[in-house]
C-alpha cells in the first residue's frame, strides 16, 4: 500500500516536472522570438508617412476626426474602401486611448512579431534541432529589408500598412 503512494507520488511528480519543462521551453522560444522580432524591427527601422502609409495614415485620422479632411478626402477613401484596417486600427485608438503615431508603431512591431513567429513554427516542423527553429526565423527577419526577387516588394514593409498587419496570415 506505502509502496504503491509512493509510486502514484512519484509519478505525479514526473508529470508536473514534464509539464514545467515544456512550459520552460514555451517560454524560452517566445523570449528567443521576441528578441529575434526586436532586432529585425531595429535593422528595418521605422518610418512613419512613408510610401503608402500617408494614405493609410490619413485614412485612420479621417475616421477618428471626419472633420479633419473636408475636402478631397475621396483620395484616400477610394484606396482604402475594400479594407477594414483603417477602421480596426481607429477602433483600437478609441479604445486604448493611443495617439495614431504610438499605435501604428505597435502594430508594425506586433506583425513583425507574429511574421518572426510563423517562420519558427515553420522551422519546428521542417527541423527537429532547436536551433534550426530560430536560426531560420532569424535568417528571415535580416532579410525583411530586401526586395523580392526583381519586384519593389518586400518580405516586411518598412511603413505600416495593411500588408504589414495581413503577412503572418498567409496568403
Known amino acids: ?46 518610418h512613419p508617412g512613408c510610401e503608402d502609409d ?38 483600437f485608438v478609441r479604445w486604448t486611448g493611443t495617439p495614431v503615431g504610438w499605435s501604428a508603431l505597435l502594430w508594425q512591431f506586433v506583425s513583425i512579431a507574429a511574421i518572426i513567429f510563423v517562420c519558427w513554427s515553420i522551422g ?4 527537429s534541432e532547436t536551433s534550426a527553429h530560430l536560426a531560420g526565423a ?8 530586401l526586395p523580392v526577387a526583381g519586384t519593389a516588394l518586400y518580405i516586411a514593409w518598412i511603413a505600416f500598412q495593411y500588408t504589414s498587419v495581413s503577412q503572418p496570415a498567409g496568403p
Not at 519546428?124 to 527541423?127: T, V
Not at 532569424?138 to 529589408?145: H, K, L, P
Open 1 to 46: 500500500m506505502i509502496s504503491l503512494m509512493k509510486e502514484e507520488a512519484a509519478e505525479s511528480q514526473a508529470r508536473a516536472a514534464s509539464i514545467w519543462q515544456r512550459a520552460s521551453r514555451r517560454w524560452r522560444a517566445v523570449f528567443a522570438c521576441a528578441l529575434v522580432a526586436i532586432c529585425a524591427f531595429a535593422v528595418m527601422g521605422y
Open 54 to 91: 500617408g494614405v493609410y495614415l490619413s485614412a485612420i485620422q479621417s475616421d477618428l476626426n471626419p472633420l479633419l479632411y473636408p475636402h478631397d478626402f475621396a483620395f484616400f477613401r477610394l484606396q482604402v474602401q475594400a479594407t477594414i484596417f483603417d477602421k480596426f486600427i481607429a477602433g
Open 138 to 145: 532569424a535568417f528571415v527577419g535580416a532579410m525583411f529589408t
Open 124 to 127: 519546428r516542423l521542417l527541423f
